[in-house]
């Protein structure tokens, strides 16, 4: 099945529901906003320019996560210049991947993939529109 939204998936029943619900409200943005960053790491997107982001960063998608952090970055700067107080997180394990449970299962962490990927040290979040490593 090929869709370009998951509402065609939706029977008529699910939609009756969904209406007399009132899900899917506008809801706002709260009295307490906050904007929460998660992973903008290089692992994730490589390094704009880089000519070897394949071999490097093997979980990167690239161009098209080039575009999502200059994006992040204009909603940080905008957060910060209203008040509204901005998090990031970053995902790292150990260097001998013995803390990544099922992941290093499902993506063989460490294993072929160079050190690029999400070690503890080997990383720097991203904090600006420059890609840092």
């Not at 013995?98 to 990383?123: P, Q, S, T, W």
């Given at each position: 099945?090929?869709s ?10 699910d ?7 009132k899900w899917?409200?506008?809801a706002g943005?709260g009295?307490?906003?906050?904007l929460l960053i998660?992973?903008?790491q290089?692992?994730?997107t490589?390094?704009?320019g880089a000519?070897?982001n ?5 979980l990167a ?7 999502a ?6 909603l940080?700067?905008?957060a910060?210049?209203?008040?509204v107080p901005?998090f ?6 150990n260097?001998?991947?013995d803390?990544?449970?099922m992941?290093?299962r ?6 072929g993939?160079?050190e690029n990927l999400?070690?503890d040290?080997l990383?720097v ?5 420059r890609?840092a490593r």
């Amino acid at each position: 099945m090929t869709s370009d939204s998951w509402q065609d998936i939706l029977s008529d029943s699910d939609r009756e529901v969904i209406r007399r619900g009132k899900w899917g409200q506008t809801a706002g943005f709260g009295k307490r906003p906050a904007l929460l960053i998660v992973d903008a790491q290089n692992y994730m997107t490589g390094i704009p320019g880089a000519s070897d982001n394949a071999a490097h960063f093997p979980l990167a998608c690239g161009e098209v996560g080039f575009a999502a952090v200059e994006w992040i970055a204009a909603l940080q700067t905008s957060a910060r210049r209203h008040g509204v107080p901005v998090f990031q997180t970053r995902f790292i394990v150990n260097p001998d991947a013995d803390d990544c449970g099922m992941f290093h299962r499902k993506v063989g962490a460490g294993i072929g993939r160079g050190e690029n990927l999400y070690f503890d040290g080997l990383l720097v979040p991203r904090s600006s529109r420059r890609c840092a490593r």
